[in-house]
């Protein structure tokens, strides 16, 4: 697998994982299309770019590791895992099937970068802390890196998680929060306001900033900018759009949980610039 800081790279990275991830679940006639779609150009940056890992040697104890809190947004991370070199592509047909690793929701499969089961909303933060946790206490340097989402904000445990990180000062845990303000059936603004999110992590005592999560540049200056703040847990509040790449789908919480009909897939691919 190579890596790269190219912005044009990584943009196309981000294009191919797209069409890849629609064409899976189009072909699985089941799962969600727009958080994925919208998490594509960070999960791209942190494979392809920013985090340390080897897909041959997926064990290896100071990998960084990734844990995607919002687990319904597992097809970008099956893509992308399948690119880097995790597992054959041909895996991705059997999506959502009886006996296929790659479920709707995340199972742990450490052999295939699947670091952790998710889709419980709220757990992911708990346990990204506790990995955390044990590299301390095992003097171990790695990065903890997770995804959370602005739906997932609503849940309880992520605060408690939050609150648990920023007094235990996990300076090496950065979050993500994909903030399209759009949740499972409607907008968070009518349903739960979670804003101000800036607000209330700083309060809980993280480090807080605030990027385009479609910028690959901004991503990257974000991860930069993690690294290089310490004593603090880190939030990269990603502003980004449900369905990113694809006018038809972009913006709709219709489109949360629904995969691509044969028509849809057409025009997609073509906006996409497959077809
Ligand atoms: C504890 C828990 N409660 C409820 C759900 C059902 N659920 C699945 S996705 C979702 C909405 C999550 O919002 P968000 O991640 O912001 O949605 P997206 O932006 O991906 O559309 C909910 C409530 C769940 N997975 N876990």
């Not at 991503?219 to 990603?238: E, H, N, Q, R």
Request: aromatic fraction near 8%; proline fraction near 4%; charge should be neutral.
């Amino acid at each position: 697998m190579t890596k790269t800081a190219n912005i044009e790279e990584l943009q196309e990275i981000a294009r191919q994982l797209r069409v890849d991830c629609l064409k899976m679940l189009h072909k699985a006639k089941s799962g969600h299309t727009g958080g994925p779609l919208g998490i594509m150009d960070i999960i791209t940056v942190l494979y392809f770019s920013a985090m340390n890992h080897d897909p041959k040697n997926p064990r290896w104890e100071d990998r960084d590791r990734f844990i995607l809190a919002n687990g319904h947004c597992c097809p970008a991370i099956y893509v992308a895992l399948s690119k880097a070199g995790y597992f054959p592509k041909e895996e991705l047909d059997h999506l959502r099937q009886i006996g296929s690793p790659l479920q709707g929701h995340p199972k742990l499969k450490v052999e295939w970068g699947i670091e952790m089961s998710t889709g419980s909303l709220g757990q992911g933060m708990s346990i990204g802390n506790g990995i955390s946790f044990a590299a301390r206490l095992d003097k171990r340097d790695f990065w903890m890196y997770s995804m959370h989402s602005d739906g997932e904000a609503q849940e309880g445990m992520l605060w408690e998680a939050a609150l648990t990180a920023g007094h235990h000062k996990l300076e090496k845990r950065i979050c993500f929060m994909d903030f399209n303000g759009i949740q499972i059936d409607g907008f968070n603004k009518d349903i739960k306001d979670v804003s101000p999110l800036e607000d209330k992590f700083l309060a809980f005592r993280w480090a807080v900033k605030t990027i385009d999560g479609h910028n690959i540049a901004e991503i990257l200056d974000s991860i930069d900018w993690a690294k290089k703040t310490p004593g603090k847990p880190k939030m990269i509040i990603a502003k980004t759009i449900l369905g990113k790449g694809v006018s038809i789908f972009e913006n709709l919480p219709k489109y949360h949980g629904v995969a691509p009909s044969d028509e849809e897939l057409k025009i997609a691919l073509k906006e996409l610039g497959e077809a």
